[in-house]
């Protein structure tokens, strides 16, 4: 770890934020026409016509355009293209009979599926509260904690604690199975505390915090594996595992067989969202004004069985996913695991010190940069082999925008600044 | 079991609820230069000026006078008293700034203590939903809603489950301790469950389905003793048993040591409380249209529990408690164990057809109407020793009112009704 080094991979990451990937966005985001933000793009680029706006994709367009408005970049400009969007949300996606958002529109702002999805609902607070803090509007967080109070009201399991997921538009829970409505899932409660925290950091509620430390302790007690410490990724109400499936709505394109459950159904777990937990919870504690420490066993148990398992030293970047214990079973390459996980080591460098997390850092920086990010364009590719050659080639879609690529920058950068100041 | 001893008892029970119970209320409790009840009665009646007005006296006046007047009593003219009632409750119990209702008044309105209580706020949504079901009065499910509403938001664990049960006046959660912020208990998870019922009655909603389900879920795995099916007063967050303490807001009379801990807090169970939780179960189920046969182990249990070490066979009524596996550590008796007992021991025989239980409500019902009714004024005396000579003699309190007696009596007649053409 040496400053010129640090300092190369800072500039490389700072000029593909700032000259590639934010201009790759906001040259092309804005509805003119129908308001919010267009996301479906093919790998050159392209408006691929696709007529859909998904929960998902608008919020996370928020939550990015915010995000780097917060974090002092687009001189300013970026707060309007905020505001576009919020704008969309609350005037077309919001239910204004039952509350809550839909799922899916058309580009006009008709809508496709109405079901109410708390995947999308988390994005929701977590969007909107990131909007307030990044412009000081009040309407963003005057939604998120309309959302938030909704998901107290109908989503909480009273019984065996943690969310239920899938609710009809009137929020009537789903029915069992494909439908969601007797699964709890790791997606969500992680997705959960991402959003409580930002919602916390915007308004200091005593109750927010409650519920986020309510929350921290679902993923610590409920979801992540007792001795690997290992995110798993479906349960059933009384938090036994549940073999994963794949859900009527989804949000991501998975892969599994055709009736629906996965190879190893009860024995997966993903590098990616292993490592994002990490530094969620890491962020989430500074927020809280907790010592990070506090979980440190966990986060260094997670950190190693990133780097024991999940990092390809062979070829670079991250896997997919393996076994709680060990060993890879899926060694392709997913954009979002590649961006997770950058932050996740830059924060094991900062915690604990140690060598290894800044080789693995620089493992993923340079496979993403070689590989990932497809040059010329701006935007990485979505899924590729192990060995770096695209297989899902769109730039942006429903299930794949810019809220882990040009976070990952903008985390990482930070970091890297701090690793300079702190290491050199 | 035979037809005249079935008519006599409750010719006994009707003519006493009638001509005594109703008009000692009736004539005395409406607050005419101050709007909603007065609940302060001595031995002889007589209003005793002292200067309160407890959420709990307020709500179970107005639940009492609504049940009377749904269940055909007062020719109709209770309606008025019950809508004089929830006006002072809707005008000056509510707080219109953090929502909810105020522990405790004077008794022009003026807040004496502005917590938030759950078990007043069970007490809310039970009369709330009584009142519109007796009136048609939408006021009542309004508000009824409302609180249901704030208890979802602020009041449940997301993490282990259950509610939380003492706020301050803004819904910040007590301290630990007689504070009652970190303790769970039977009390308010079995009113919530009797308060839940009637709100779904009222309403059909799916969500009020679903919550009174889960909370059925809570009492039964959570709460009741696991072999026993004897309902556990206190627990941690986590469900672990807490030993019984004496919290800082109280409703009602209990015999703790001077350092506010009980004699055996660890290992009490009360009669009373096992044997409402059982009828106020079967009740649930009827609303919910569940074959109460699904729970006909627990409740058999539960009676056979309440028969065999609750009932005094050589002096009459119902001890006050004793340990989960059996005997008796309190021998006095309490005039609302008496009338809940009277009610279960009746389901007892509608369930089970069982003569133990009916010798058992016959036992009860002669020691109330032999003992525990203060004859010539028409109200029950509050705690008696085990031979039945009265120790507190009030007959209004803020922690003793009009809901257990009335309730009892209107239960039982019903209870009997069906008791004759079943058994005769």
Same mark, same amino acid.
């Given at each position: 770890? &040496?400053?010129?080094?640090?300092?190369?991979?800072?500039?490389?990451?700072?000029?593909?934020?700032?000259?590639?990937?934010?201009?790759?966005?906001?040259?092309?985001?804005?509805?003119?026409? &129908?308001?919010?933000?267009?996301?479906?793009?093919?790998?050159?680029?392209?408006?691929?016509?696709?007529?859909?706006?998904?929960?998902?994709?608008?919020?996370?367009?928020?939550?990015?355009?915010?995000?780097?408005?917060?974090?002092?970049?687009?001189?300013?400009?970026?707060?309007?293209?905020?505001?576009?969007?919020?704008?969309?949300?609350?005037?077309?996606?919001?239910?204004?009979?039952?509350?809550?958002?839909?799922?899916?529109?058309?580009?006009?702002?008709?809508?496709?599926?109405?079901?109410?999805?708390?995947?999308?609902?988390?994005?929701?607070?977590?969007?909107?509260?990131?909007?307030?803090?990044?412009?000081?509007?009040?309407?963003?967080?005057?939604?998120?904690e309309k959302v938030f109070d909704l998901i107290q009201k109908y989503c909480?399991?009273?019984?065996?604690?943690?969310?239920?997921?899938?609710?009809?538009?009137?929020?009537?829970?789903?029915?069992?199975?494909?439908?969601?409505?007797?699964?709890?899932?790791?997606?969500?409660?992680?997705?959960?505390?991402?959003?409580?925290?930002?919602?916390?950091?915007?308004?200091?509620?005593?109750?927010?915090?409650?519920?986020?430390?309510?929350?921290?302790?679902?993923? &610590?007690?409920?979801?992540?594996?007792?001795?690997?410490?290992?995110?798993?990724?479906?349960?059933?109400?009384?938090?036994?595992?549940?073999?994963?499936?794949?859900?009527?709505?989804?949000?991501?394109?998975?892969?599994?067989?055709?009736?629906?459950?996965?190879?190893?159904?009860?024995?997966?777990?993903?590098?990616?969202?292993?490592?994002?937990?990490?530094?969620?919870?890491?962020?989430?504690?500074?927020?809280?004004?907790?010592?990070?420490?506090?979980?440190?066993?966990?986060?260094?148990?997670?950190?190693?069985?990133?780097? &024991?398992?999940?990092?390809?030293?062979?070829?670079?970047?991250?896997?997919?996913?393996?076994?709680?214990?060990?060993?890879?079973?899926?060694?392709?390459?997913?954009?979002?695991?590649?961006?997770?996980?950058?932050?996740?080591?830059?924060?094991?460098?900062?915690?604990?010190?140690?060598?290894?997390?800044?080789?693995?850092?620089?493992?993923?920086?340079?496979?993403?940069?070689?590989?990932?990010?497809?040059?010329?364009?701006?935007?990485?590719?979505?899924?590729?082999?192990?060995?770096?050659?695209?297989?899902?080639?769109?730039?942006?879609?429903?299930?794949?925008?810019?809220?882990?690529?040009?976070?990952?920058?903008?985390?990482?950068?930070?970091?890297?600044?701090?690793?300079?100041?702190?290491?050199?």
């Open positions: 770890m &040496n400053k010129n080094e640090i300092i190369a991979l800072k500039d490389e990451a700072s000029n593909h934020l700032t000259n590639e990937l934010l201009p790759f966005w906001t040259t092309r985001m804005k509805d003119e026409k &129908n308001g919010g933000y267009i996301t479906h793009f093919d790998k050159d680029g392209k408006d691929t016509g696709e007529d859909e706006k998904s929960l998902i994709a608008q919020t996370r367009c928020l939550y990015t355009i915010s995000s780097a408005h917060r974090a002092g970049y687009g001189n300013g400009e970026y707060a309007e293209l905020a505001k576009h969007g919020i704008n969309f949300l609350i005037d077309k996606m919001w239910d204004n009979e039952h509350g809550g958002f839909y799922w899916m529109l058309d580009r006009k702002g008709n809508v496709k599926i109405d079901q109410k999805i708390i995947y999308g609902h988390s994005f929701a607070i977590y969007s909107l509260s990131e909007y307030t803090l990044a412009t000081g509007d009040q309407r963003g967080v005057e939604y998120a909480v399991d009273t019984m065996y604690g943690g969310y239920w997921e899938m609710f009809q538009r009137d929020w009537t829970l789903n029915g069992p199975g494909s439908a969601g409505g007797d699964r709890k899932t790791l997606d969500v409660h992680m997705h959960l505390m991402e959003a409580y925290t930002t919602l916390y950091e915007c308004t200091g509620k005593e109750l927010h915090r409650r519920k986020l430390l309510e929350d921290i302790d679902i993923l &610590n007690i409920r979801i992540n594996h007792p001795k690997y410490k290992t995110g798993i990724p479906q349960f059933f109400k009384n938090w036994t595992i549940a073999p994963q499936i794949k859900f009527d709505i989804i949000w991501g394109w998975d892969r599994f067989s055709e009736e629906g459950e996965k190879g190893n159904a009860t024995d997966n777990t993903c590098y990616g969202h292993n490592a994002e937990f990490a530094w969620l919870l890491i962020h989430a504690l500074k927020i809280l004004k907790i010592d990070p420490s506090t979980y440190s066993k966990t986060f260094k148990i997670i950190f190693d069985h990133t780097i &024991n398992n999940g990092i390809d030293y062979e070829l670079g970047g991250v896997y997919v996913e393996g076994p709680h214990s060990g060993g890879v079973s899926d060694k392709e390459k997913e954009f979002w695991q590649q961006a997770e996980v950058l932050i996740g080591m830059l924060d094991g460098v900062l915690l604990f010190g140690d060598e290894k997390y800044w080789e693995a850092y620089k493992n993923v920086h340079r496979f993403v940069f070689d590989k990932v990010i497809n040059k010329g364009v701006g935007e990485w590719y979505a899924l590729l082999t192990r060995k770096g050659e695209p297989i899902w080639t769109h730039m942006g879609h429903s299930w794949k925008i810019n809220y882990h690529t040009v976070r990952s920058m903008i985390q990482s950068i930070e970091r890297l600044e701090v690793v300079l100041k702190k290491f050199d």
